[in-house]
Every structure is written in C-alpha cells, then in structure tokens.
C-alpha cells in the first residue's frame, strides 16, 4: 500500500508561482509512474504531468513550458513547479501512483486507470 499526501497549493495572483509537493510512503523510484491531475467541479479529472521510473516526462499542452514535474526520491517526495499561473489552472490538484514488483510498461502516462494510489488533493486558486 502507498500512501500519498499533497501539500503546497493556495491561493495566488495570476503570473505568479506554487510549487506543490507530493509525499510518498515508500520509495519513489520504485514506482512505475507517478503523475499530477486535477480536477474543477463538473469536469473530468485531467492529467497535467507524468514521470515514469527512469525520468521520461510528459505534459498536457496546456501546461507545457510553465510547469515542471521533479522527484527527490531521497525523500520520497514528487514536486509540481508550476509558474505563470493562470485562472484556468485553478483546480484541485491530485497526485498518483502506480508501483508494481515487475512494471511493464515504466512511460507516464495521463490515463488514470493505470494509477493504483491517489492523494487527496490541495486546492490551487489563480485570481486574475
């Protein structure tokens, strides 16, 4: 069993920075995947970035060149940097997981159904 705990949202201007931050129970680079969503009321969860095992990312489009996805797997912990904030990134945002003894496939990925673990979100509020 992971556990993942997000901290790091609030609210801010847009143009501004927050750096979100997600900690994991067990090792991160034993995970297969790891990932950040989020999700505004009445809408789909979204998948903003992924990291797979060996370090490949990816991201939506709508967020590619403003956020960067990290991990410090010394301390278990996935980062979310995301600048140039803007209204629409307002969300709660969702930190995943996928850990597996034997991973077949180690790329990100944004569909949810191949995350097994999920935090509980923090709230990121962008006023403009």
């Known amino acids: 069993q992971v556990q993942l705990v997000e901290s790091g949202g609030g609210s801010v201007q847009a143009g501004g920075s927050l750096r979100l931050s997600c900690q994991a129970s067990?090792?991160?680079?034993?995970?297969?995947?790891m990932a950040w969503f989020r999700q505004t009321p009445g809408k789909e969860r979204e998948g903003v970035a992924g990291?797979?095992?060996?370090?490949?990312?990816i991201y939506a489009d709508s967020v590619k060149g403003r956020f960067t996805i990290s991990r410090d797997s010394a301390k278990n912990v996935l980062f979310l940097q995301m600048n140039s904030l803007k209204p629409e990134d307002a969300a709660m945002y969702y930190c995943?997981?996928?850990?597996?003894?034997?991973?077949?496939?180690?790329?990100?990925?944004?569909?949810?159904?191949?995350?097994?673990?999920w935090g509980q979100g923090t709230q990121v509020t962008v006023s403009s």
């Open positions: 067990q090792y991160t680079g034993s995970m297969c995947r």
């Open positions: 990291i797979g095992k060996y370090g490949r990312t």
């Open positions: 995943a997981a996928f850990r597996s003894l034997n991973c077949l496939s180690v790329s990100p990925s944004f569909d949810r159904g191949q995350y097994s673990y």
